[in-house]
C-alpha cells in the first residue's frame, strides 16, 4: 500500500533581493511514444538513420496524402494517462496548429487543442524520505513532432532532416505547481521514471526523446495562496518559457537565472514581457527567442482530414489491466516485503531493470543482505565502471550464489567479497569457485582455537594491554584471521579470543 502521508517542500524563496520572492513552475513535457511507426505513416522512428531516409509522402505532406492514426500510439498514450492516475476521454479529436518553419513541410501540425486524449492526473513528486509535491497534471495530448533544421554544416545554406517529422510525441502538461528548481528536476526524472516502467518512451533525454518547456514566473509570499483560492492567473506573474531542456542539471540552472532575471527586472520598476525563451548553458543564462504565441495566434481549427477519435471503455479497460507495478508502488512493497529502508527502496526502483534484478536475487533469501549487496557492491562497480544493470556480469544467479554461501557460513564476508571479485571478472559457479580454490570458511573451532593460541602466545605484552582494555581484543581478532587466510570464522574468532583473554 501507497504511504501517503508525506509533508510537502517549502517554496523556494529567492533572497539577495529587495524583497523576498517565491517562484513558480509548470512544465509541458514532450516524450516520444515508443512506437516503430509514426502517427500518421508507416515510416520507420528509427533514430539515427540517414538524413530524409525515414520520411513517407504523408510525412513529406505530398499533394493528395491523408493521414491514417496509429493505434498503438494511441494505446500507448491512454497507457500513460493511467499510469499517472489520469482521466482518459472516450472521445478527443485532432486539431491543426498552423505555424510557418522550413522543417514543417505541411506548414501546420496535427495535435490536440480543445479535445486532449487524456485529462487530468497526478504525480507524486520524492523530494526525500518523507517529503514529496503532488504535481496536478492538467492534460496530455497527442501530436506531431516537426523535423530538424541543421544550422553548422555549411558556411552559407542550412539543411533540413525531416526524419522526425511525424514521429508521435505525447504532450504532458503540469499545472503551475512545482515550487523550486530542484523540484521541477524531481519531477521530470518522476515522469521519466513513470514512462520508462510503463514503456511508453525510452526517457532518452540525450536524443531529444524526452525533453522539456519550463515555463517560469515569480510571486510575493502569500500571491500563490491567493492563486489556489481563486484560480486566478494574474497573481502567480507574467511567465516565460524556457524551451526545449533536455538535462535534468540545466532545467534547475536555468530556472535560477531566469528566476533572477525577472525579479531584477520587477524590483527596478519593469514589467516582465511573456515570451518564449533559450538557454544558452555555457553562458549561464536564457535569451529571447520570440514574443510567446496564444492559441489563437496559431489559428487552430480541427482538423478536416481526420474524424473524432472514439474508443470503448473495455478496450481502456484491458490496457488498464496490463499495467505493470508502478514504482511508488513497488518501493512501498519493497520497504514492507523486504525491510528495506524507503532510501534504499528508492534506489532499487529507480529503474524497472533495477527492481527485477534485485528481486531475482531476493526470492526466498534475506532482503536487506540482498539490497546491501545489489546496491553497494554490484551498484557501486557498475557506476565506476559507467555500465547499467543490462551490462552486469554477474547473472542474480551467481550474486544469489554468493549470498547462500554467506548464509551458510561457508564464507566470511571478506571472501565474500574476493568471491564477487573473481565472479565479476572471471564468471563461474561462486560454490564451485569456492571449493576449487580452497576458499571455504574455518568452522572448527578446534582449529581455530589453536590459531589463537599461538597469537596469545606470540604476543605476551599485547595479552597484559588487552586484559586492562578489552577494547584491545580485536587486535587478537585480526591477527587470527591474517594468520587464517581471512578463513576463520569471525564470530568464532571473537568469542574464542574473548574466552581467552578473560
Known amino acids: ?24 513552475i509548470g512544465l509541458e513535457i514532450h516524450a516520444q511514444v515508443a512506437s516503430k511507426a509514426k502517427l500518421f505513416s508507416g ?10 531516409s525515414n520520411v513517407s509522402f504523408v510525412d513529406a505532406a505530398m499533394p493528395g496524402m491523408l493521414p491514417v492514426i496509429n493505434e498503438f500510439c494511441v494505446a500507448q498514450a491512454v497507457r500513460t494517462g493511467l499510469g499517472l492516475k489520469a482521466q482518459i476521454n472516450l472521445m478527443s479529436a485532432f486539431d491543426r496548429k498552423n505555424y510557418f518553419y522550413p522543417d514543417l513541410p505541411q506548414g501546420y501540425q496535427i495535435s490536440q487543442l480543445y479535445h486532449p486524449i487524456v485529462g487530468e492526473g497526478e504525480v507524486l ?13 492538467e492534460r496530455i495530448h497527442l501530436e506531431q513532432d516537426a523535423g530538424k533544421s541543421i544550422h553548422d554544416m555549411d558556411p552559407n545554406m542550412s539543411f533540413v532532416d525531416l526524419n522526425r517529422t511525424g514521429v508521435a510525441l505525447m504532450e504532458i502538461v503540469s499545472r503551475p505547481d512545482i515550487r523550486g528548481p530542484e523540484e521541477a528536476a524531481a519531477y521530470v526524472a518522476k515522469i521519466r521514471q513513470i514512462l520508462r516502467y510503463l514503456g511508453t518512451c525510452d526517457g532518452n533525454m540525450q536524443n531529444g526523446n524526452l525533453r522539456a518547456d519550463v515555463n517560469v ?3 510575493r509570499p502569500g500571491d500563490y495562496e491567493k492563486y489556489q483560492e481563486t484560480q486566478d492567473f494574474g497573481h502567480l506573474g507574467t511567465r516565460c518559457e524556457i524551451k526545449n531542456m533536455n538535462s535534468m542539471r540545466f532545467i534547475q540552472q536555468a530556472i535560477e537565472h531566469e528566476a533572477r532575471r525577472q525579479i531584477a527586472i520587477l524590483e527596478d520598476g519593469g514589467a516582465v514581457v511573456q515570451e518564449t525563451r533559450l538557454y544558452d548553458p555555457d553562458k549561464g543564462e536564457t535569451r529571447s527567442m520570440r514574443s510567446k504565441e496564444e492559441a489563437h495566434d496559431y489559428r487552430y481549427f480541427p482538423d478536416p482530414d481526420l474524424l473524432p477519435l472514439e474508443i470503448e471503455q473495455a478496450w481502456v479497460d484491458d490496457i488498464a489491466a496490463g499495467l505493470p507495478e508502478l514504482p511508488d508502488e513497488k518501493r512501498a512493497r519493497f520497504v514492507l516485503e523486504f525491510g528495506l529502508t524507503e532510501y534504499d527502496a528508492s534506489v532499487l526502483t529507480a529503474e524497472a531493470e533495477n527492481a527485477a534484478y534485485f528481486e531475482a536475487v531476493a526470492e526466498g533469501r534475506d532482503g536487506k543482505l540482498a539490497a546491501n549487496w545489489v546496491i553497494n557492491e554490484l551498484f557501486g562497480r557498475l557506476k565506476k565502471e559507467e555500465h547499467d544493470i543490462t551490462e552486469s556480469p554477474v547473472s542474480p544467479a551467481q550474486l544469489g550464489g554468493i549470498l547462500d554461501l554467506i548464509s551458510k557460513g561457508d564464507i566470511s564476508g571478506k571472501i ?33 582455537e589453536a590459531a589463537v593460541d599461538k597469537v596469545i602466545a606470540d604476543n605476551p605484552a599485547q595479552v597484559e594491554k588487552a586484559r586492562q582494555n578489552p577494547k584491545l581484543a580485536g587486535w587478537f581478532v585480526g591477527q587470527v584471521m591474517k594468520a587464517t587466510g581471512g578463513k576463520a570464522n569471525p564470530k568464532a574468532v571473537n568469542e574464542i579470543v574473548a574466552k581467552k583473554l578473560g
Not at 4 to 16: F, H, R
Not at 438 to 446: A, E, I, N, P, R
Request: hydrophobic share 40%; glycine share 10%.
Open 1 to 24: 500500500m501507497l504511504d501517503l502521508s508525506y509533508t510537502a517542500p517549502e517554496p523556494k524563496v529567492i533572497a539577495g533581493a529587495k524583497h523576498d520572492w517565491e517562484l513558480v
Open 43 to 52: 515510416a520507420s522512428t528509427q533514430f539515427g538513420a540517414e538524413p530524409n
Open 125 to 137: 513528486v520524492n523530494m526525500g524520505p518523507g517529503v514529496a509535491r503532488k504535481v496536478r497534471i
Open 217 to 219: 514566473s515569480v510571486c
Open 416 to 448: 565474500a567479497k574476493d568471491l564477487f571479485e573473481i565472479v565479476y571478472t572471471t564468471g563461474g559457479d561462486p560454490a564451485q569457485i569456492v571449493e576449487e580454490r580452497g576458499m571455504k570458511q574455518v568452522t572448527d573451532t578446534g582449529a581455530i
